[in-house]
């Protein structure tokens, strides 16, 4: 059946082992036929299997002609900017009108309560009016070159865009590649991860429905194999990913091998620091949500909170009172914050860090075990939010992304240690501090090698804000007009109104 016809009540549900359904890629705005391996889909708060996906091997060929032709026919070659933004409203009105729905589907791939997946969509849909209002605005830039000559600069698309996509937001942080480059002309082919095809494949459906031709918004289930053949294919021009920082260099290596656009947004560890003159208050309501939203699956996680040494006692003491307050429960709850990690395997490598770091003389201030919620979800993936106090930077819990409700706090003495520590890792995705000293503001937001900083907030991520990584965290920028550029490429045109000139005449 189609996804838009999943119905959710009042109080949200979800699919259940009962409702079962089985997912293939779609290309060309229909799903193909099963074929291939079928893999299991696990409801992260039971451990039950709701549904089902095939992983075929020939969907990355059907995909990949179906966007090159889409992107090289009518209507698409030759829309207007005008007329691709009018498409992207439609879409993100309809993303709006689906929220529940779709959100729904994110949670049952990433665990995250169905609360913040539903308004995670409502966002979502603001990023396809604001790339359709950009275009309003991306006109060519004419420069003279010469008293009879002059040069028009033109952005034009890159042609076929793979977008790779995470588990923790295959729809929302797929849209922050989908909406810019549907608005610059690309075709696209979203590969989400296996275990996680529901949202993306409704997103195509949504897709069709707004009007977008059939093959310019295609959904490939596939692993690493699927990415892999996906990157390498002669007839791709891009490839945008989201994911893990190994992997992200494997696959950027092959990508460029082939002289192709690459763009990724990687691994983050990053340090939430509070200084001794800043609003304490506030930084521990922001550093619980910076750590704790979404069980922690986010790549902008405040993983690792620097106290400074004065308040540092105080500090711990309001956290872990705030972490008490956090409520576990099933991502259907209206009263759940946040629910289980996303699968089984994220599960038992969150535990491995904590266990490990216990065993080299960290102490747990709270979590580390498993909640009791009943015997109907002792077989999902569930870990408390867990604070670990005692650590030292070299320990990997301290230096290695967790992506799981897992946070370090450390104490600092003064600002050069405080940004020493800061920067003591391989990642650069972003940092945040809390002050009330001008100067430092300054001081400190340039020092600090991350790629977003916040000052007094944390994790205000906003469409308008370029967002990517410094060091092992990313290459290029998403969101923004900036991302536009990211999914289109330069041509000069270069005009003489004059008579030539001939060199050689004399």
Not at 17 to 39: E, L
Not at 367 to 381: A, C, S, T, V
Request: glycine share 10%; hydrophobic share 45%.
């Amino acid at each position: 059946m189609s996804l838009l016809a999943l119905q959710t009540d009042p109080t949200p549900t979800m699919p259940t082992s009962a409702q079962q359904d089985v997912f293939t890629s779609y290309v060309s705005g229909a799903a193909i036929a099963p074929a291939g391996r079928k893999i299991p889909l696990h409801d992260p708060s039971t451990g039950a299997v709701w549904a089902s996906a095939f992983v075929s091997d020939e969907a990355v060929e059907l995909a990949v002609a179906s966007a090159a032709k889409a992107f090289a026919s009518a209507p698409w070659a030759s829309m207007t900017g005008y007329e691709r933004a009018s498409l992207l409203r439609r879409l993100g009105a309809l993303i709006a009108a689906n929220a529940d729905r779709l959100g729904a589907l994110e949670s049952l791939a990433n665990g995250k309560s169905h609360a913040a997946t539903a308004a995670e969509m409502k966002a979502t849909a603001a990023w396809y009016d604001y790339y359709a209002s950009a275009l309003d605005t991306h006109d060519d830039v004419f420069r003279t070159v010469s008293r009879t000559a002059d040069a028009r600069i033109v952005r034009e698309p890159l042609g076929v865009v793979v977008a790779i996509t995470p588990f923790n937001g295959a729809l929302s942080l797929g849209s922050w590649k989908l909406a810019p480059a549907l608005a610059m002309g690309n075709a696209v082919i979203l590969k989400p991860p296996a275990e996680a095809p529901g949202s993306s494949i409704a997103l195509a459906e949504l897709a069709m429905e707004a009007g977008f031709p059939a093959g310019i918004v295609n959904v490939v289930i596939g692993d690493a194999v699927a990415s892999e053949a996906l990157a390498t294919h002669p007839g791709v021009q891009m490839v945008s990913f989201t994911g893990s920082t190994a992997t992200a260099k494997v696959l950027g290596a092959k990508v460029a091998a082939g002289m192709k656009r690459f763009v990724c947004e990687a691994g983050g560890k990053s340090a939430h620091i509070v200084f001794a003159d800043g609003d304490v208050d506030s930084a521990v309501i922001a550093a619980t949500q910076g750590a704790f939203s979404g069980s922690g699956q986010t790549c902008v996680a405040g993983s690792r909170i620097l106290v400074q040494a004065e308040i540092y006692d105080s500090f711990v003491e309001r956290y872990i009172a705030s972490v008490s307050r956090i409520r576990l429960g099933h991502p259907a709850s209206p009263k759940a914050h946040i629910g289980p990690v996303a699968n089984r395997r994220q599960y038992e490598r969150i535990n491995g860090f904590v266990n490990e770091a216990v065993a080299a003389g960290a102490r747990l201030a709270s979590g580390g075990l498993k909640p009791d919620l009943g015997p109907e979800f002792i077989d999902g993936y569930w870990i408390a939010p867990t604070i670990v106090l005692d650590v030292s930077s070299d320990m990997r819990i301290c230096r290695e992304e967790i992506f799981g409700p897992v946070v370090t706090v450390q104490r600092f003495e003064t600002e050069e240690e405080a940004i020493s520590m800061a920067n003591g890792v391989e990642y650069g995705l972003a940092a945040g501090f809390w002050t009330r000293d001008v100067g430092r503001v300054r001081r400190v937001s340039r020092q600090l090698q991350a790629g977003t900083v916040w000052v007094n907030t944390y994790r205000a991520i906003n469409l308008r804000v370029p967002f990517g990584g410094y060091k092992q965290s990313g290459i290029g920028r998403e969101n923004g007009v900036e991302a536009m550029d990211e999914f289109s490429q330069v041509k000069a045109i270069v005009v003489e109104y004059g008579p030539a000139a001939d060199p050689f005449a004399n």
